[in-house]
């Protein structure tokens, strides 16, 4: 699906497929160097980071392992709160393992600070972030991104593995979803 598919539901087109594409080989060719004869882990945050996990991990030149972990966020409708329970945890041992959190977006970082946490108390070798977005306007807490897509404005987008209800995770563009849509 793609932004003419949903173009009622859409108000602006933020990236295309071709841009994210782009960014994404961008970021592989400096994790290729960061990590030569690391053996990076990638640790995947289920449902959104599904796209960026397959397309960085297929940019990439050197090997590496994948791990998923399911969080929920207990919040208040689409607010974040920060307390976060494991759904499913990961089948890998971090100890000594040189970790990259895969994330598709940073909204208020809540819920990737306390994945933090508890990913460190694991004592992997190095532990660092790769966000395919981020909304610096809305962060309410310091994260520390090593490896970071786009910033976006502070408005609710869809696709590339981000949904609404469920909805668009499989839109390749990403854009900004029309209040008609959830009002
Ligand atoms: P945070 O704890 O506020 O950073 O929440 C992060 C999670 O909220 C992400 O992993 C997404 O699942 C979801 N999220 C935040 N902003 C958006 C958005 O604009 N569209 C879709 N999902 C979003």
Redesign the pocket.
Known sequence: MDAADVAADLTEVLYTSDQIAGRLTEIAAQIDQDYADKDPLLVG?LN?AVMVMADLTRALHIHCAMDWMAVS?YGMGTH?S?VVRILKDLSTDLVGRHVIVV??????????SYLMQNLASRNPASLKIMTMFR?PD?LKIDIDVTYLGFD?PN????GYG???AGRYRNLTDVGI?AEHVYS
């Open positions: 945050v959104g966020s974040s920060g994330e598709d977006i940073i909204d208020t970082g809540l819920t990737l909304k809305a976006l408005q609710f987008v869809v981000l949904d609404y979803l």
